[in-house]
């Protein structure tokens, strides 16, 4: 079992940069893959990042790469979303989750864990 608490949502103009956190507790962090993933108001919960658990290897949707950055610190617990050249479009509601597996995915059913989520707002 393993909890997830993120926090850093908030409000930035377009062209701003925020920066998402994660916290971990429970088992072993460094046995789990993380993702973040994103839900509009009326869209599905789409698939933003993935890391694997031992940073080495992301991937990213295409609509954030080059502009969003997915790290993790397994000495405390954490992983980050650093989100830069923010745009109205990646407003939603940011989840964290976390999956068993040496490996990173982007399936959301490929998740065993899932934080509550933290607001983000885009204005343009």
């Known amino acids: 079992q393993v909890q997830l608490v993120e926090s850093g949502g908030g409000l930035v103009q377009a062209g701003g940069s925020l920066r998402l956190s994660c916290a971990a507790s429970g088992r072993t962090f460094s046995d789990y893959s993380m993702g973040w993933f994103r839900q509009a108001p009326g869209k599905e919960r789409e698939f933003v990042a993935t890391?694997?658990?031992?940073?080495?290897?992301?991937y990213y949707a295409d609509s954030v790469k080059g502009r969003f950055t997915i790290s993790r610190d397994n000495a405390k617990n954490m992983v980050y979303l650093q989100m830069n050249s923010l745009k109205p479009e990646d407003t939603a509601v940011y989840y964290c989750?976390?999956?068993?597996?040496?490996?990173?995915?982007?399936?959301?059913?490929?998740?065993?864990?899932w934080g509550q989520g933290t607001q983000v707002t885009v204005s343009s």
């Open positions: 989750a976390a999956r068993i597996s040496s490996r990173g995915s982007y399936f959301m059913s490929a998740y065993d864990y």
């Open positions: 890391i694997n658990r031992s940073g080495i290897s992301t």
